[in-house]
């Protein structure tokens, strides 16, 4: 692919070795917080757009594409995300980290 | 009561693998827990490794290490959408100060090194959290799974779940990480060499800061590989709720700036990784850096010395582990794990770079999270080299060229800000 | 009664295949870098056989033919549950195809464990997905092969296996009753595996859980392993050509995008009015 040109993030994501585990490694805990939520910085600070703009002012969440940078425990400003490790070495496989 | 060990080093990283290593050459039974499918999967940084702390642990690095190649070239540029201004650094020697590596190829290279000191060392596993007992950390759970030791180390890393999950840290704040993003991009080693005017084993190592991250706090970096350069940008996470577009497109905008484009053309795409890392030093350490049966090192410390220019994490990861491993050494010396016996690690840490260097520089990051160094001073240099430059005539001297262009920001500023960045950096 | 003997012969597989590019000038898989793991589907055939372990008794061993690096991902087998683990690995049995990689395994497990109840395969892999595996290890043991399992009942007195299989596309279940021992291969969207143990690895390292064994104690037939045994020839690899899309959107009234739709297939020639 060219990189002169913008790449769409799932094909960015797509060049990186995975074992994605069927089972979510992060959860929103209440998706009434997030409606409630005017910043949302998890919808622009996730490097792997894990999360997208759901119905009613909801966040939807993806697990598989995560990068486990960890970034949107901590921005997250109702710290509505339980967040995890993925378990069993699942998850992003990095090989040029 | 299952199995027992000397020694659980929680997290098989720079720091980790260091301290099991130290301690099994010792005698120590270690047990290295990774969560990652082997050591260095879950591993990224932005690509350079200060080579000082190898002299003293592994003198054979030079031959042995996964150079990618050593840095003889540094480029500092302040960047606009049209403009930049850069200093360029060189020098003829290559003195093996510092190289530019794959830290998951490094890691694993460690792995070596700990596993062949006679370190057990699992992958595949997440600690969940510290097993407790009258106050003494006395082993680790997994799932359903537990693991004694007399004494653990922590170096699980930026992401402190275990310590937070066991009550020995707080909650990460925004003000105390960045984020990075980065992408791998391969290209032949004759087009790095020309593109960098470098020879075949010599690096450069370059940070950029302005409109990489939109003026915002942070910056971007580029550093070469043999056959790829690793591009990514750094977001002080305290000022990312400021950012005016997703993460993931600002570093495209950043390889797609004129400038950089030319860089990675023809380029091809390896890998997209994203990382926090430590930039409040010492700031960010949990409240006590040891305790009864445990120790703490590497990022999960906030052993990280982030200077906006210079950024080093692997030396001090591999220091503090060493250094936690002497502590060990002498609390079993003593008889005692307790936090008493421990406290030596204290010590250790004060006198050597590790804190030395992290207190030298305690302000350092209140100086770099200064707005105006990414945005007005940017824009400023770079106008002011424009006008300078933009003959037309005019009679231009520096100095009323400065003051034409220093915008918004008074004299006063400029002696402060001035003084602020000498005093801390 | 000793329960089952259940072999779970398991392969490596790279992650995902996006990941691993082909060589322009060798068309050979450009593996630097790309770390070998478990192939996903083996984790689920690991896990029938762990469940039937534990309702049962017996013992689960994993099989892989593998270069040296494969005792990793055996170790991983016995994370989830695996009493132990055989690395098949010699520089004998490089450059093999499925022929003689069933060839390997069917003749290792046979000299290895003459008595087993259960040979347990996953569906196929991730990476070359030709799910040759199993029928072929079968017809050399000449043994019973059910595919699709997601289930069974053993009545161990009696030696007898009751298979339950899924069928996706007709989405009914069918069981079988079969002697053991039988082949197995285990429908790949069932028998979620479990996690890794962390007492089970360190258990792998510090016991030694996984064997390494060579062809001088297998001692295998030359012609019938490694590249020798291998009939198949790859004679051309070509990167299939993205097929440029017109993507053209109608929005309205259903019925005239029905309509809209058929007169474009008519004018392009799909479809014939």
Redesign the interface.
Same mark, same amino acid.
């Given at each position: 692919m060219s990189l002169e040109r913008k790449i769409p993030i799932e094909e960015r994501l797509n060049t990186n070795a995975w074992d994605v585990d069927q089972r979510p490694h992060i959860r929103i805990i209440d998706p009434d917080q997030c409606r409630k939520c005017d910043k949302k910085p998890c919808l622009y600070l996730c490097p792997a757009r894990c999360y997208t703009p759901g119905p009613d002012g909801t966040v939807l969440f993806s697990h598989e594409g995560c990068l486990e940078c960890g970034t949107c425990r901590i921005v997250c400003p109702e710290n509505n995300i339980e967040w995890n490790y993925p378990k069993s070495g699942f998850g992003v496989q990095y090989r040029f980290g | 009561m299952g199995l027992k060990f000397d020694v659980t080093v929680v997290g098989a990283g720079p720091a980790g693998l260091t301290a099991a290593q130290q301690l099994a050459s010792k005698g120590f039974k270690v047990l290295v827990i990774e969560r990652g499918k082997k050591p260095g999967s879950k591993n990224v940084f932005g690509g350079r490794i200060y080579a000082h702390v190898l002299d003293k642990l592994y003198p054979e690095y030079v031959k042995e290490a996964p150079v990618e190649r050593w840095v003889r070239r540094e480029r500092i540029t302040m960047m606009t959408e049209d403009s930049w201004t850069t200093l360029d650094f060189e020098t003829t020697k290559v003195e093996h100060r510092s190289f530019t590596a794959y830290l998951t190829n490094f890691v694993e290279w460690l792995d070596k090194k700990a596993e062949s000191a006679g370190a057990v060392v699992v992958s595949e596993v997440p600690v969940d959290k510290l097993i407790i007992k009258d106050g003494k950390v006395v082993g680790v759970r997994a799932g359903n799974d537990e693991i004694y030791s007399d004494v653990t180390i922590i170096a699980e890393g930026i992401n402190r779940l275990v310590l937070e999950r066991s009550g020995l840290a707080p909650k990460l704040s925004p003000e105390l990480v960045a984020l990075g993003v980065k992408e791998v991009i391969k290209l032949s080693r004759e087009e790095i060499n020309e593109r960098f005017n470098l020879d075949d084993d010599e690096g450069m190592a370059w940070v950029l800061a302005g409109y990489p991250t939109h003026y915002l706090p942070g910056g971007a970096f580029i550093y070469t590989n043999k056959e790829a350069i690793t591009l990514g940008i750094v977001l002080y996470l305290s000022y990312g709720y400021q950012l005016d577009i997703p993460i993931n497109e600002l570093i495209e905008e950043f390889r797609l700036h004129p400038m950089i484009k030319r860089i990675v053309k023809g380029g091809q795409l390896l890998e997209y990784s994203a990382h926090l890392t430590p930039v409040a030093g010492v700031n960010a350490s949990p409240p006590s850096l040891y305790g009864d049966g445990y120790l703490v090192t590497g990022d999960a410390a906030g052993f990280l010395l982030h200077l906006g220019i210079i950024i080093r994490g692997v030396d001090f990861a591999m220091e503090s582990g060493r250094l936690a491993a002497e502590a060990v050494v002498k609390a079993h010396d003593s008889g005692k794990y307790d936090k008493e016996s421990l406290s030596i690690y204290g010590k250790l840490l004060e006198e050597s770079f590790v804190l030395r260097e992290l207190k030298t520089f305690r302000n350092a990051h209140k100086v770099l999270i200064e707005p105006r160094l990414y945005s007005d001073y940017v824009r400023m240099i770079n106008t002011m080299l424009k006008r300078y430059f933009e003959v037309d005539g005019t009679p231009r001297k520096l100095g009323s060229t400065l003051l034409e262009t220093k915008g918004n920001l008074t004299l006063l500023d400029l002696a402060k800000d001035a003084i602020r960045v000498v005093m801390n950096l | 009664m000793g329960g089952l003997t259940i072999i779970v012969p398991v392969k490596a597989a790279? =992650?995902?295949v996006?990941?691993v590019r082909l060589d322009p000038v060798t068309h050979n898989l450009v593996r630097e870098? $790309? @770390?070998l793991?478990l192939n @996903?589907y083996d984790r689920n055939a690991l896990e029938f056989a762990l469940r039937l372990k534990d309702k049962y008794g017996g013992k689960v061993i994993t099989i892989s033919m593998a270069p040296p690096s494969g005792k #990793?991902f055996l170790?991983?087998t016995i994370?989830m549950g695996a009493d132990e683990a055989y690395l098949i690995t010699d520089r004998a049995f490089a450059g093999a195809d499925t022929l003689a990689t069933s060839y390997t395994i069917a003749k290792s497990v046979q000299k290895l464990f003459p008595d087993f109840d259960l040979l347990v395969f996953g569906e196929e892999t991730t990476d070359s997905t030709t799910a040759h595996m199993p029928a072929q290890v079968a017809s050399w043991l000449n043994l019973p092969y059910v595919y699709y399992a997601v289930d069974a009942e053993v009545k161990l007195e009696d030696r007898l296996i009751l298979v339950t299989r899924y069928l996706e596309d007709e989405g009914v279940y069918e069981t079988y009753e079969y002697k053991m021992p039988i082949i197995v291969s285990v429908y790949k969207n069932s028998n @979620? =595996?479990r #996690? $890794?143990?962390? $007492?089970r690895?360190?258990?792998?390292?510090?016991n030694g859980l996984v064997k390494s064994i060579d062809n001088n104690a297998l001692k295998l037939e030359r012609e019938c392993i490694g590249l020798r045994g291998s009939p198949t020839i790859v004679a051309k690899i070509e990167d299939a050509k993205p097929i440029e899309r017109k993507k053209q959107i109608f929005k309205g009234d259903p019925k005239e995008a029905a309509k809209w739709l058929l007169d474009n297939l008519i004018k392009e020639g799909v479809v014939k009015p």
């Amino acid at each position: 692919m060219s990189l002169e040109r913008k790449i769409p993030i799932e094909e960015r994501l797509n060049t990186n070795a995975w074992d994605v585990d069927q089972r979510p490694h992060i959860r929103i805990i209440d998706p009434d917080q997030c409606r409630k939520c005017d910043k949302k910085p998890c919808l622009y600070l996730c490097p792997a757009r894990c999360y997208t703009p759901g119905p009613d002012g909801t966040v939807l969440f993806s697990h598989e594409g995560c990068l486990e940078c960890g970034t949107c425990r901590i921005v997250c400003p109702e710290n509505n995300i339980e967040w995890n490790y993925p378990k069993s070495g699942f998850g992003v496989q990095y090989r040029f980290g | 009561m299952g199995l027992k060990f000397d020694v659980t080093v929680v997290g098989a990283g720079p720091a980790g693998l260091t301290a099991a290593q130290q301690l099994a050459s010792k005698g120590f039974k270690v047990l290295v827990i990774e969560r990652g499918k082997k050591p260095g999967s879950k591993n990224v940084f932005g690509g350079r490794i200060y080579a000082h702390v190898l002299d003293k642990l592994y003198p054979e690095y030079v031959k042995e290490a996964p150079v990618e190649r050593w840095v003889r070239r540094e480029r500092i540029t302040m960047m606009t959408e049209d403009s930049w201004t850069t200093l360029d650094f060189e020098t003829t020697k290559v003195e093996h100060r510092s190289f530019t590596a794959y830290l998951t190829n490094f890691v694993e290279w460690l792995d070596k090194k700990a596993e062949s000191a006679g370190a057990v060392v699992v992958s595949e596993v997440p600690v969940d959290k510290l097993i407790i007992k009258d106050g003494k950390v006395v082993g680790v759970r997994a799932g359903n799974d537990e693991i004694y030791s007399d004494v653990t180390i922590i170096a699980e890393g930026i992401n402190r779940l275990v310590l937070e999950r066991s009550g020995l840290a707080p909650k990460l704040s925004p003000e105390l990480v960045a984020l990075g993003v980065k992408e791998v991009i391969k290209l032949s080693r004759e087009e790095i060499n020309e593109r960098f005017n470098l020879d075949d084993d010599e690096g450069m190592a370059w940070v950029l800061a302005g409109y990489p991250t939109h003026y915002l706090p942070g910056g971007a970096f580029i550093y070469t590989n043999k056959e790829a350069i690793t591009l990514g940008i750094v977001l002080y996470l305290s000022y990312g709720y400021q950012l005016d577009i997703p993460i993931n497109e600002l570093i495209e905008e950043f390889r797609l700036h004129p400038m950089i484009k030319r860089i990675v053309k023809g380029g091809q795409l390896l890998e997209y990784s994203a990382h926090l890392t430590p930039v409040a030093g010492v700031n960010a350490s949990p409240p006590s850096l040891y305790g009864d049966g445990y120790l703490v090192t590497g990022d999960a410390a906030g052993f990280l010395l982030h200077l906006g220019i210079i950024i080093r994490g692997v030396d001090f990861a591999m220091e503090s582990g060493r250094l936690a491993a002497e502590a060990v050494v002498k609390a079993h010396d003593s008889g005692k794990y307790d936090k008493e016996s421990l406290s030596i690690y204290g010590k250790l840490l004060e006198e050597s770079f590790v804190l030395r260097e992290l207190k030298t520089f305690r302000n350092a990051h209140k100086v770099l999270i200064e707005p105006r160094l990414y945005s007005d001073y940017v824009r400023m240099i770079n106008t002011m080299l424009k006008r300078y430059f933009e003959v037309d005539g005019t009679p231009r001297k520096l100095g009323s060229t400065l003051l034409e262009t220093k915008g918004n920001l008074t004299l006063l500023d400029l002696a402060k800000d001035a003084i602020r960045v000498v005093m801390n950096l | 009664m000793g329960g089952l003997t259940i072999i779970v012969p398991v392969k490596a597989a790279v =992650p995902n295949v996006t990941a691993v590019r082909l060589d322009p000038v060798t068309h050979n898989l450009v593996r630097e870098g $790309v @770390p070998l793991m478990l192939n @996903p589907y083996d984790r689920n055939a690991l896990e029938f056989a762990l469940r039937l372990k534990d309702k049962y008794g017996g013992k689960v061993i994993t099989i892989s033919m593998a270069p040296p690096s494969g005792k #990793d991902f055996l170790e991983s087998t016995i994370g989830m549950g695996a009493d132990e683990a055989y690395l098949i690995t010699d520089r004998a049995f490089a450059g093999a195809d499925t022929l003689a990689t069933s060839y390997t395994i069917a003749k290792s497990v046979q000299k290895l464990f003459p008595d087993f109840d259960l040979l347990v395969f996953g569906e196929e892999t991730t990476d070359s997905t030709t799910a040759h595996m199993p029928a072929q290890v079968a017809s050399w043991l000449n043994l019973p092969y059910v595919y699709y399992a997601v289930d069974a009942e053993v009545k161990l007195e009696d030696r007898l296996i009751l298979v339950t299989r899924y069928l996706e596309d007709e989405g009914v279940y069918e069981t079988y009753e079969y002697k053991m021992p039988i082949i197995v291969s285990v429908y790949k969207n069932s028998n @979620p =595996p479990r #996690d $890794v143990s962390l $007492v089970r690895k360190v258990e792998a390292k510090i016991n030694g859980l996984v064997k390494s064994i060579d062809n001088n104690a297998l001692k295998l037939e030359r012609e019938c392993i490694g590249l020798r045994g291998s009939p198949t020839i790859v004679a051309k690899i070509e990167d299939a050509k993205p097929i440029e899309r017109k993507k053209q959107i109608f929005k309205g009234d259903p019925k005239e995008a029905a309509k809209w739709l058929l007169d474009n297939l008519i004018k392009e020639g799909v479809v014939k009015p």
